[in-house]
């Protein structure tokens, strides 16, 4: 590894490895700093080495990783596996520890292409064993080929429910149930935006088809799910909720829950970049244009670290990071950007004419952002519970960085990735503030290298 690259990406998911194909190819030297051991990040992980029948079971979507990553080995992109970027600063200096030894890195460009994470979000149960994220389901699945044994729930709300659910019943799972708590008032939230929506009509006719599958396949799926509850000693052992008004209990070994997913922001926060609260996502996302471009000159953000678009919005975004990338270290003209950029801002634009149909409708119930019970933790690593945030929040002391020094909520390994949001949300409730003007935790340096991946393994080991 060298100590100075033109180019450093910083992720090598789908906008990744897009952005570092489209460097290489017009001749720019780019490092690619990938904190898991192959490329492919959360969506294509582990798509290198993927047996072809799990391959097919995944779907079509997960196969449109083979093409990119190979791109990516094909390019003379400098890729560099276990690398753990733990600082980044507005003068282009990166921290990096890879395969065990520290380097210090300046580039002239930094493109950050870290991903996103799943939306925290507290209920009674949540943290007894045995309850997960459904990203960790899937991690275990492409990874390893692991699936449940003794049948599963699955439980919130978000495409990703329905998809591993199907993905699940294709791999002989047990699937339970799939119990979906956005509430009603979504689909007349979501009905102005369906008309454009239909016009990316491909991602509609899967989630047609995967509800089509699961329901000839008899399991059971709820709509308009609420007292969403884990119940169990040592271990989950059933899964309580409520539906129109009637309380059901099913017994079950697994809860996979999914409240859709956020923008990985602390690398742009502990590089100082501006941050703005996105209201239809309910999450903070690095302030943007068109290009990734952050207010700090030379930094850049693509694919969903930069906000929820999905994997192939992220793939354009990449491209024209990349592109932007290359106009601003003098390689090509304005106009030569735009020319070369004009399809991916166009596929871009058409990719995300669904998002705003999306975001409506899956937007998780502002009851479970807003309301936990005092008893309910919601900072997992100091075991920090609401009921404590509130006490702090009744001493005058109402802002996020004044909970955390209060109470050592976010201080833990995963630096308030698993706390912040949920913290942010109680507050702006208690104290009757928009959710905008709340400031967001503080980052600094080392950030800790832990991705949404590994904060799953936490938890799956955890519960063995």
Same mark, same amino acid.
């Given at each position: ?195 454009? +929506? ?5 991602? *509609?006719?899967? &989630?047609? #088809?995967? @509800?089509?599958?699961? =329901? ?108 932007? +990338? ?5 390689? *090509?003209?304005? &106009?030569? #950007?735009? @020319?070369?950029?004009? =399809? ?121």
């Amino acid at each position: 590894m060298k100590s100075h690259y033109p180019l450093v990406i910083i992720g090598a998911g789908p906008a990744g490895l897009a952005a570092a194909t489209t460097a290489s190819e017009h001749g720019i030297e780019t490092a690619l700093l990938d904190e898991q051991p192959a490329p492919g990040g959360q969506i294509y992980r582990n798509i290198e080495s993927m047996p072809t029948q799990r391959a097919e079971l995944l779907g079509s979507e997960y196969q449109r990783g083979e093409k990119l990553v190979q791109l990516m080995r094909s390019s003379n992109t400098h890729y560099f596996s276990d690398a753990f970027v733990w600082s980044l600063n507005g003068q282009l200096e990166l921290g990096v520890l890879h395969q065990g030894r520290a380097h210090l890195i300046h580039a002239d460009q930094v493109i950050i292409a870290g991903g996103a994470q799943e939306r925290p979000v507290p209920f009674p149960g949540w943290t007894l064993p045995g309850v997960m994220n459904a990203g960790a389901g899937q991690i275990l699945l492409k990874q390893s080929g692991l699936v449940p044994s003794d049948g599963v729930v699955l439980a919130g709300s978000g495409p990703l429910l329905l998809l591993l659910a199907w993905q699940y019943l294709n791999a002989g799972v047990d699937v339970k149930a799939v119990l979906d708590v956005q509430p009603m008032s979504n689909w007349l939230r979501a009905a102005p935006y369906l008309p454009k +929506a239909l016009l990316a009509h491909h991602y *509609i006719t899967k &989630g047609l #088809r995967y @509800k089509r599958d699961l =329901k000839a396949a008899g399991v059971l799926t709820r709509h308009g799910v609420k007292d969403l509850r884990a119940i169990g000693g040592g271990h989950v052992q059933a899964v309580d909720y409520i539906h129109r008004n009637k309380l059901y209990s099913i017994k079950t070994p697994l809860l996979l829950t999914h409240f859709g997913v956020i923008p990985q922001t602390h690398l742009s926060r502990a590089a100082s970049c501006a941050h703005e609260w996105n209201t239809a996502q309910q999450c903070w996302r690095p302030v943007n244009d068109v290009w990734g471009a952050t207010d700090i000159k030379g930094i850049s953000v693509a694919g969903d670290n930069a906000g929820i678009g999905g994997a192939r919005t992220a793939e354009h975004n990449g491209r024209l990071a990349a592109f932007n +990338a290359i106009h601003q270290m003098g390689h *090509i003209s304005q &106009g030569e #950007r735009d @020319k070369k950029a004009k =399809k991916d801002l166009r596929w871009m634009k058409d990719e995300l004419l669904i998002r705003p149909f999306l975001d409506a409708m899956f937007r998780p119930p502002s009851i479970m952002l807003t309301h936990p019970t005092d008893e309910e933790i919601l900072c997992r690593c100091e075991e920090v519970t609401a009921g404590d945030i509130r006490k702090v929040l009744e001493e005058g002391h109402q802002t996020p960085n004044a909970v955390k020094f209060h109470t050592r909520c976010g201080m833990g390994p995963c630096q308030g990735r698993q706390c912040a949001d949920s913290v942010a949300q109680l507050i702006a409730y208690e104290t009757g503030t928009n959710p905008r003007d709340i400031e967001p935790y503080r980052v600094r340096p080392p950030v800790k290298p832990i991705t949404i991946g590994q904060l799953a393994g936490m938890e799956q080991n955890s519960e063995e």
